[in-house]
């Protein structure tokens, strides 16, 4: 039976939207890959906590592990507490380092279960930094917790090195000092200020071609201790660029959620293998795991049709999530997990939930069933009317 609801259109009215009745993807369980995945998995808030939740951050902390299983089961790793739709945006250090220690604890559970953390300086108050000097004491002060716990160190972009460095050399100093102490290679972090508006100039300047030449000038010095770059600039041909310049076996993970499927795939071209091809850090895959888990099983068979068949549907639905303003992408991510089911509640941290509309919400709804990524449509249906009825539209 045809599944029907009401959704808001793009003129402010409202017309019946019938669900396409596909089968959801899910991938066959066991499929090797040949490329590196990481998803930037979202924190489940706890909507029972007595806090503010602009002050406060609530966790639920066995539904968030519970995801993270989920997301380790289809084959895919955990970048863990390096999010900034949340982290900086809700999630705080002692938070996000009580989510590193467990998430550490339960991937011990889980045989191959790959896992990076998030090393940054988002506990400085941004106020109070002076000086290059505080920058590296903050990294610092990160990375002997997380290294301390046996974690592997994903080293964020500083929202503070932004603001005092004053030319490509204090980056440069930054970078050697916390390459030169890392126990083992680091996952290091270029994002765009379309997600961080913080992050503009990063690298030392606004011009990303010569702000690319001193990030690869870090990872040559260091590359036995980079085991490679994400970047999230939301631009392929930059990306391209870039992964043709890294030294020999440092790895390029695509953080671009619109352009994923055809860097994952990758054009073959370069002296090193990894060259050729994007590796992936990403925040779509949260949102849409049993697909991409699906989609990279088949590229490790070389299945590349049948990679982009399963991968390309779902592109319209991570732009739409990750559409301007692009730092509220997490609300998207989170609306995924409830409608299929993996958390109770569309509640988020930091009172996340309202920085998109009933509107985006309800297009993001008809990409995801386009998609096939609706893993119990009845479910999502139920759950989708639920929101409706409480912003008066009536079904």
Same mark, same amino acid.
Not at 39 to 66: G, K, Q, R, Y
Not at 116 to 125: M, Q
Not at 224 to 230: E, L, N, T, Y
Not at 360 to 381: I, N, S, W
């Given at each position: 039976?045809?599944?029907?609801?009401?959704?808001?259109?793009?003129?402010?009215?409202?017309?019946?939207?019938?669900?396409?009745?596909?089968?959801?993807?899910?991938?066959?369980?066991?499929?090797?890959?040949?490329?590196?995945?990481?998803?930037?998995?979202?924190?489940?808030?706890?909507?029972?906590?007595?806090?503010?939740?602009?002050?406060?951050?609530?966790?639920?902390?066995?539904?968030?592990?519970?995801?993270?299983?989920?997301?380790?089961?289809?084959?895919?790793?955990?970048?863990?507490?390096?999010?900034?739709?949340?982290?900086?945006?809700?999630?705080?250090?002692?938070?996000?380092?009580?989510?590193?220690?467990?998430?550490?604890?339960?991937?011990?559970?889980?045989?191959?279960?790959?896992?990076?953390?998030?090393?940054?300086?988002?506990?400085?108050?941004?106020?109070?930094?002076?000086?290059?000097?505080?920058?590296?004491?903050?990294?610092?002060?990160?990375?002997?917790?997380?290294?301390?716990?046996?974690?592997?160190?994903?080293?964020?972009?500083?929202?503070?090195?932004?603001?005092?460095?004053?030319?490509?050399?204090?980056?440069?100093?930054?970078?050697?000092?916390?390459?030169?102490?890392?126990?083992?290679?680091?996952?290091?972090?270029?994002?765009?200020?379309?997600?961080?508006?913080?992050?503009?100039?990063?690298? &030392?300047?606004?011009? %990303?071609?010569?702000?690319?030449?001193? +990030?690869?000038?870090?990872?040559? @010095?260091? $590359? /036995?201790? #980079?085991?490679?770059?994400?970047?999230?600039?939301?631009?392929?041909?930059?990306?391209?660029?870039?992964?043709?310049?890294?030294?020999?076996?440092?790895?390029?993970?695509?953080?671009?959620?619109?352009?994923?499927?055809?860097?994952?795939?990758?054009?073959?071209?370069?002296?090193?293998?990894?060259?050729?091809?994007?590796?992936?850090?990403?925040?779509?895959?949260?949102?849409?795991?049993?697909?991409?888990?699906?989609?990279?099983?088949?590229?490790?068979?070389?299945?590349?049709?049948?990679?982009?068949?399963?991968?390309?549907?779902?592109?319209?639905?991570?732009?739409?999530?990750?559409?301007?303003?692009?730092?509220?992408?997490?609300?998207?991510?989170?609306?995924?997990?409830?409608?299929?089911?993996?958390?109770?509640?569309?509640?988020?941290?930091? &009172?996340?939930?309202? %920085?998109?509309?009933?509107?985006?919400? +309800?297009?993001?709804?008809?990409? @995801?069933? $386009? /998609?096939? #990524?609706?893993?119990?449509?009845?479910?999502?249906?139920?759950?989708?009317?639920?929101?409706?009825?409480?912003?008066?539209?009536?079904?």
């Amino acid at each position: 039976m045809a599944l029907t609801l009401t959704l808001p259109d793009a003129g402010g009215g409202l017309k019946p939207y019938t669900l396409r009745g596909s089968t959801p993807v899910k991938p066959v369980p066991g499929t090797r890959f040949n490329r590196i995945a990481y998803s930037a998995a979202h924190v489940v808030a706890d909507p029972l906590a007595a806090v503010d939740p602009w002050l406060a951050c609530a966790v639920d902390w066995d539904a968030t592990i519970a995801y993270r299983r989920h997301l380790w089961s289809l084959g895919l790793g955990v970048a863990e507490a390096m999010d900034t739709a949340q982290r900086g945006m809700g999630l705080d250090w002692p938070t996000s380092l009580e989510l590193i220690r467990r998430s550490l604890d339960a991937a011990k559970d889980m045989p191959g279960a790959l896992i990076a953390s998030g090393c940054g300086t988002d506990h400085l108050v941004l106020e109070n930094v002076k000086s290059v000097d505080n920058v590296i004491r903050g990294y610092e002060e990160q990375m002997e917790a997380i290294e301390k716990l046996g974690g592997k160190l994903i080293v964020m972009a500083s929202r503070a090195l932004a603001r005092v460095a004053q030319s490509p050399a204090d980056y440069e100093r930054v970078y050697d000092r916390i390459l030169r102490q890392a126990k083992q290679p680091v996952v290091l972090h270029w994002l765009g200020d379309m997600f961080d508006p913080a992050l503009a100039g990063y690298w &030392g300047s606004p011009d %990303t071609d010569r702000a690319m030449d001193t +990030a690869l000038g870090i990872i040559e @010095a260091h $590359a /036995a201790k #980079v085991d490679g770059i994400k970047i999230s600039l939301l631009d392929k041909d930059k990306e391209i660029a870039m992964r043709r310049r890294l030294p020999a076996g440092v790895r390029m993970y695509t953080g671009d959620d619109f352009n994923y499927a055809e860097l994952i795939a990758g054009d073959g071209v370069g002296k090193e293998a990894t060259h050729g091809k994007s590796d992936a850090l990403l925040g779509i895959f949260d949102a849409i795991a049993p697909a991409a888990s699906a989609a990279l099983g088949e590229l490790g068979q070389g299945k590349l049709e049948k990679f982009h068949a399963i991968l390309a549907p779902t592109v319209p639905l991570s732009r739409h999530i990750f559409a301007a303003p692009t730092r509220f992408y997490k609300t998207g991510v989170v609306f995924m997990a409830w409608l299929n089911g993996h958390q109770s509640h569309f509640t988020m941290v930091g &009172g996340q939930q309202s %920085t998109r509309s009933l509107q985006h919400l +309800a297009e993001l709804f008809r990409l @995801a069933d $386009a /998609a096939q #990524v609706l893993e119990q449509p009845e479910l999502a249906v139920r759950r989708m009317k639920t929101l409706l009825a409480l912003h008066g539209v009536d079904n």
